[in-house]
């Protein structure tokens, strides 16, 4: 693998401090006893010159060393995760300035200290490791991190979108077709569409679309088993790609892989833009207010509203949470997505998303959820009433975290996916706060429940739960370090 310029000097300046170190060298001796200036050699070190043959034997002879094993790409053991990172794709691929994170700097903070950086970058790759995390997981992460960054809103995809529907003059109270939706891809950006064929091609009847290339035109392959939701949501999202003129692209989100971070970035533009297309935020901000002033908490009323909007749950959910922080002051929720498989009392945490901060209710590996969510207990009772079959159920409660002082709306919606056995529950909770409480009147309201809840079983207190699935042993674990702690320091002032 070929070395980029900006890396060949990073590893030459880690290694020329590492040896200095190693010889127990400051700046300036070395300066004296190679006839090089300290800023010079600083400036090496940094990774920001790459010194001339001549200078390098100069370094070298100090440093007791030859010139070819100075200037090798190869470091020392110490510093092999260094290498290892250098090496991958991340430092390419994710685009740093989007967080902003000049890669300039963070080579320079490589250097600053190489073994300590070296140890720390070898600790997160054995975690990686340990957990299975590929590229794609780490891309994931990076996009979902990303989204929390700017509380999951962007304007200009928000006006790019309403401009769009002004140029198509599509009436503010109307929500565009699915044949106006294929008509635009078709005639003006050369689409055809067609009826994903999974019986000559079984392996592909999991694949909601895919879009392959042609010569002189784009074919827009489609599963025939989609709702007229997620067809509009596909179209959508492809007049997105071309609108938004998104090169680099996903053909297919089947398979839930990315070559890139681009990739994953410019997918979920062309989402965003898919949601702000049919689901307004004019209409929706005005929609969540009529709701938020009931005095009682109402599901058929919210339901009426993703009907209306002709979406699902889960799209509804994500769409609430791009306007929350600007039009309502809520900057304090999650977004959490759950798959029940009945008669198993399985339930695993397949997306979610937490704006303003990291809250209690997120993924912890190899652990049980507390079995009293809303989001569980819906798809308890999804699995086993068989009348809810092909219902969308809705459900909330105000979570109250135990040790914490802490409560949350939870409002959770579930939904068998037939022919799949399984269920899902997309679940959005909105930290009650006073501003929350003052916008959402019926979040006081006696006609929800509270209940008592927590993370996971291993770190619960509540020993009395019914709903218990495992000992509570992280939190005992804890107890038993604090007790230690405590007897301990008491020795020490004896």
Same mark, same amino acid.
């Given at each position: ?75 020392? @053991? ?10 991958? #794709?991340?430092?390419? !691929? ?81 929500? *565009? ?24 091609? *079984? ?10 290339? @042609? ?43 990315? !070559? ?5 970035? +410019? +997918? ?35 339901? #009426? ?14 769409? %609430?949470? +791009? ?98 056995? @399984?269920?899902?529950? %997309? ?10 409480? #003052? ?12 209940? !008592? ?42």
């Amino acid at each position: 693998m070929a070395i980029k310029p900006e890396n060949t000097r990073l590893l030459f300046g880690l290694k020329l401090k590492q040896l200095r170190i190693d010889k127990k060298l400051s700046l300036s001796e070395l300066s004296s006893k190679s006839g090089l200036s300290v800023s010079y050699i600083n400036e090496i070190e940094k990774g920001k010159k790459y010194p001339k043959p001549d200078k390098i034997k100069a370094l070298a002879r100090v440093l007791e060393v030859t010139p070819e094993s100075l200037r090798s790409p190869k470091l020392s @053991k110490r510093l092999e995760p260094i290498t290892e990172l250098l090496d991958s #794709d991340i430092l390419t !691929e994710l685009p740093l300035e989007l967080f902003g994170i000049d890669p300039a700097t963070l080579l320079q903070l490589l250097s600053e200290a190489p073994t300590k950086t070296s140890a720390f970058i070898g600790t997160l790759i054995e975690i990686a490791r340990n957990y299975n995390m590929s590229v794609e997981q780490f891309y994931f992460s990076a996009l979902r991190t990303y989204q929390e960054m700017y509380d999951n809103y962007f304007e200009d995809l928000e006006q790019m979108a309403e401009r769009f529907l002004l140029e198509k003059q599509i009436p503010e109270e109307e929500l *565009p077709s699915i044949s106006l939706l294929s008509e635009i891809l078709e005639k003006e950006y050369h689409y055809r569409i067609e009826t994903l064929d999974d019986r000559n091609r *079984p392996e592909l009847e999991d694949v909601r679309s895919l879009m392959v290339p @042609k010569k002189g035109y784009n074919l827009l392959l489609m599963n025939k088993r989609l709702s007229e939701n997620q067809r509009a949501f596909i179209l959508c999202r492809e007049i997105g790609y071309q609108y938004l003129n998104l090169k680099n692209r996903l053909y297919t989100t089947a398979l839930a892989e990315a !070559e890139s971070f681009e990739q994953l970035l +410019n +997918n979920y533009f062309a989402s965003y833009f898919a949601s702000a297309i049919l689901i307004k935020r004019t209409l929706l901000v005005k929609k969540l207010e009529e709701f938020f002033a009931l005095e009682t908490w109402q599901p058929d009323r919210l339901l #009426d509203i993703i009907y209306y909007f002709h979406t699902t749950p889960e799209s509804f959910c994500y769409r %609430v949470s +791009n306007v929350f922080p600007k039009y309502f002051g809520i900057n304090q929720l999650f977004f959490l997505r759950f798959n029940g498989y009945p008669g198993h009392n399985r339930f695993d945490m397949t997306k979610e998303l937490h704006l303003g901060r990291k809250h209690y209710p997120h993924t912890k590996k190899d652990e049980h959820y507390c079995r009293r969510w809303v989001g569980l207990t819906i798809l308890k009772e999804l699995a086993e009433d068989p009348g809810s079959k092909g219902k969308v159920l809705c459900r909330a409660h105000i979570s109250h975290y135990i040790g914490t002082g802490e409560k949350y709306l939870a409002i959770s919606f579930a939904k068998n996916m037939a022919p799949s056995m @399984k269920n899902v529950s %997309v679940t959005m909770g909105i930290y009650l706060d006073p501003i929350a409480l #003052d916008k959402i009147r019926f979040a006081s309201s006696p006609s929800l429940v509270t209940r !008592e809840v927590n993370g996971t079983c291993e770190r619960c207190e509540l020993f009395s739960c019914k709903d218990r699935m495992a000992a509570p042993v992280v939190l005992q674990k804890k107890h038993k370090t604090e007790v230690l702690k405590k007897a301990l320091d008491q020795l020490m002032t004896e």
